[in-house]
C-alpha cells in the first residue's frame, strides 16, 4: 500500500513596524489546532505549482498579494502534522511595511505579531519561524535583502534600525555607518529629513549596480 503523502506550502512574512520586527500569522478557523496561531498556508493542488500554491493562499487567508517569495525549507518530520503524511514546503519574504490583512477561508483572522512576542504556534510553525529569522539575520549579512525592509529612500539611522530590530540588539552609529559608507552602495540624495529641532539627516538610496559589483569580489555588506 502507497503512503498518502500530502504536500504543503507555508509562507513566513517580515516587515519591521514601529522599530520591531514582526511576523505576519493567520488564525485557524478549524482543526486541528482550530482558535490556535500558525503562519499562512495550505496544501498543494493537483495541478498548482509550489509557488502558486504559496501565493494563493497568502492571498486566500491574508489578502495579501505582488508579494515576492523566495523558497525557504523543506520540513518533512513523519508527526508534523496530526492529519497524516505532510511535507512542507516553506517560502519566505520581506516587506518593506506590514500591510493591512485581513482573514479569509480557513483563516478566522490574520495579524502582525512581533518575533519577540509570539503566541503558542500550531504544528512545528514555532521551529519554522526561528529558522526563519536565522536565515533572516544571515542573508542581512551579504544580500540586500534589509533594503526591502525600507522604502526607496531611507536614512542611515531607519537602516541602523532594520538591522538593530532584525538582530534585536542596539548597534554603535558610529562603526555601523562607517561600514556602510566604505562599501560605497548607497546613492546621496538632495533631500534631507527634518524633524523637530533635531539636525536635518540626509536621505540616501541603495544602488543595486554597485552593490552587485561589490558582490563580484566576494565581499560581504556587513
Known amino acids: 500500500m502507497k503512503p498518502n503523502i500530502k504536500i504543503a506550502a507555508d509562507i513566513i512574512i517580515f516587515a519591521i513596524t514601529d522599530l520591531t ?96 512576542d509570539l503566541p503558542y504556534l500550531a504544528f512545528d510553525h514555532q521551529r519554522i519561524v526561528l529558522y526563519a529569522i536565522e536565515r533572516l539575520r544571515n542573508k542581512l549579512e551579504y544580500t540586500t535583502v534589509g533594503f526591502s525592509l525600507l522604502g526607496e529612500k531611507f536614512t542611515l539611522t531607519q537602516l541602523q534600525q532594520v538591522y538593530e530590530a532584525v538582530f534585536n540588539k542596539s548597534l554603535d552609529k558610529r562603526n555601523f555607518r562607517r561600514k556602510v559608507l566604505q562599501l560605497k552602495v548607497l546613492e546621496p540624495l538632495k533631500e534631507w529629513k527634518r524633524e523637530g529641532l533635531a539636525r536635518p539627516a540626509r536621505y540616501y538610496k541603495f544602488s543595486e549596480t554597485k552593490f552587485e559589483k561589490l558582490k563580484d569580489k566576494g565581499i560581504f555588506f556587513l
Open 21 to 116: 520586527l514582526k511576523i505576519l500569522l493567520i488564525k485557524r478557523k478549524y482543526q486541528p489546532f482550530a482558535g490556535l496561531w500558525a503562519i499562512p498556508g495550505g496544501f498543494v493542488e493537483e495541478n498548482e505549482s509550489l509557488e502558486d500554491a504559496a501565493r494563493r493562499e497568502l492571498r486566500e487567508e491574508t489578502g495579501l498579494t505582488d508579494i515576492y517569495l523566495e523558497q525557504l525549507y523543506t520540513f518533512g518530520d513523519p508527526n508534523r502534522d496530526p492529519r497524516g503524511r505532510v511535507i512542507s514546503i516553506s517560502y519566505f519574504a520581506v516587506v518593506a511595511e506590514a500591510k493591512s490583512v485581513k482573514g479569509g477561508t480557513d483563516a478566522a483572522e490574520a495579524q502582525w505579531f512581533p518575533v519577540s
